[in-house]
């Protein structure tokens, strides 16, 4: 059964930092190149990070770029999201993904097949 597993979301103060976990499982994790969604309240779902499979390639939506890393650990079967700098706006649901389609942009939530069932971040003073 393949599953995603997000952990280490909670509130912070702005400029503070959260490391948020997936733990993946039921698939070989390391031929899958992994992302990071994120949704804030009343608005769409939105990419934040993705790291491929071969070479390790990051890639950042802006809004991110500079604050936060993602970084994945094959022989753990895990991926991170480091985030520092936060803001206000960074507030919302993040989600770890799988992507299973190579047909779509690294960047698009149509690539990704497999969710997770999200982890919650609150930024906020």
């Known amino acids: 059964q393949v599953q995603l597993v997000e952990s280490g979301g909670g509130l912070v103060l702005p400029g503070g930092s959260l490391r948020l976990s997936c733990a993946a499982s039921?698939?070989?994790?390391?031929?899958?190149?992994m992302g990071w969604f994120r949704q804030a309240p009343g608005k769409e779902r939105e990419f934040v990070a993705a790291i491929a499979w071969r070479g390790g390639m990051t890639y950042y939506a802006d809004s991110v770029k500079g604050r936060f890393a993602i970084s994945r650990d094959n022989a753990k079967n895990m991926v991170y999201l480091e985030m520092n700098s936060l803001k206000p706006e960074d507030t919302a649901v993040y989600y770890c993904?799988?992507?299973?389609?190579?047909?779509?942009?690294?960047?698009?939530?149509?690539?990704?097949?497999?969710w997770g069932q999200g982890t919650e971040v609150a930024v906020s003073s």
């Open positions: 039921g698939f070989s994790f390391k031929t899958y190149s």
């Open positions: 993904a799988r992507r299973t389609s190579n047909a779509n942009l690294m960047t698009s939530r149509n690539a990704y097949g497999t």
